[in-house]
């Protein structure tokens, strides 16, 4: 279980959104009845997606992991 501002990397794609898999978000919302709101977040702070979604499309940083940037298409907002 996650809970707010816990920082989560993306397990799949979601191309609609330019996200790719490995992509870091920030939980911005946790349902009770299951799901997370995650926002994505350009270096600077701007939004660029919050996505719904579920324990199995999200999971937490290990240790010796390196984060990574990239260009996106656009900011979706």
Do not use: N, Q, W
């Amino acid at each position: 279980m996650y809970k707010e501002h816990d920082i989560v990397g993306l397990r799949r794609d979601i191309p609609d959104l330019d996200l790719v898999e490995g992509d870091v978000g920030a939980v911005v919302g946790v349902y009770r009845g299951g799901g997370y709101e995650v926002e994505f977040s350009a270096p600077e702070g701007e939004t660029l997606a919050v996505v719904t979604l579920g324990d199995e499309e999200i999971r937490r940083r290990e240790a010796h992991e390196i984060l990574h940037v990239r260009p996106v298409a656009r900011v979706i907002g």
